[in-house]
């Protein structure tokens, strides 16, 4: 194996590392549904305290002061094209935040996991399996689509009972998701879904 061949391969094993990392994180809130059924003042407050420790975290690491766990968990998960503040985590809690307060269950529920799955899914799958990118998405891949549109189909049925429902909301979170917005997306999917849900 020449030398490009290697570097091409390790490059490509440190992606897919890494976007392991950050979805592993990004799946994370599936448990705020059932933490927000049982008290959603203190789900809340949690979120809110959680962005505001990364958001000091991601300051002071900008400034080369490395924060016990989260410096480290950051700069794990963090990709190529993220240079200075990341701001995925705090869109992940922003979209998670506007679900819970403009949608009632089970449509924050909906919303929310199709943020954690079908979003999350896409993206590993996308990188571990897509090969074909879809025009004008910015490097979005049919792989990872399909697995969005079937990772929410299976959420939203599973909640609503209804396949007409799950494939409407799966539609919507897939053509959504398929948006070249970035982290914005981690918006756009809750706020979207919760929408049609």
Known sequence: MSDAAVLNRSASIKEIRTEVVRKSIHMMVVFVPMMAGYNLILTFSALVAGLLLYSYSEF???????TAFISRVTSAASRSRDKGFVFGPV???IGTMMALMLYPEPAAAIA??????????????????????????SGK???????????VFLTTLAISGSVKVAVIIAITA????VLPSGDLDNMLIPVGTGLVA
């Not at 002071?60 to 490395?66: A, F, K, S």
């Open 60 to 66: 002071m690491r900008m400034r080369g002061v490395e």
């Open 91 to 93: 869109t992940l809690a």
């Open 112 to 137: 929310i996991y199709a943020l954690a799955f079908g979003d999350g899914f896409s993206s590993l799958f996308g990188k571990l399996f897509g090969r074909i990118t879809i025009p004008f998405t």
């Open 141 to 151: 891949t049919y792989a990872g689509s399909s697995v969005c549109l079937i990772s």
């Open 174 to 177: 897939t053509l959504i998701e």
